[in-house]
């Protein structure tokens, strides 16, 4: 097994670089990084004898704006990523949880038969993947918001006097 039996998870920090959904250029994400430009490039771009350290990972992830390099990892190994909005309040979830939850529910009631039929175009399909995902999004995003209160209130995750 070698490095090139796998897709590259250089080349979508590549292309994030290039076009970062922040809004800023290559040149200012290297001067961010305090790199050179054309060395970090050539590393991005796997140029012989460049290369970009997992180090930057994170920091690229910041600059540009994207969980695109974790939705490829998790995509890769099997899984999901799920963001969880760190500051979002139950007063801000509730409606938003149960209204893309639902909404899911209802497009896969829709496309269950489609999907048994084994037929599922790239429209469809990428419809399925981004709902998907948002609803994955609320649910883990309503888990981590009532674990939160949860500690808020008791100092732990244990459970609540009287096992309620």
Known sequence: MSATD??????????LVKHAPSGLTASTIAELLGKDYNTLM????????HKVGADL???LMELTGSDAPLNFLARERGGVFVPVRANAGAADLGPAILSS????????AEAAQDIADGNIPAAQLARI????????????????LARAVHQ?????????????
């Open 6 to 15: 796998f897709p590259s998870l250089t080349a979508i920090l590549h292309e």
């Open 42 to 49: 050539s590393g991005l771009s796997r140029q012989p004898g």
């Open 57 to 59: 990972l994170l920091p």
């Open 101 to 108: 939850v639902k909404e899911f529910g209802d497009y896969a």
């Open 129 to 144: 993947l981004k709902e998907g995902q948002e609803a994955a999004t609320a649910i883990v995003t309503f888990m981590e």
């Open 152 to 164: 808020r209130q008791y100092g732990s995750l244990r459970e609540s006097p009287g096992g309620q």
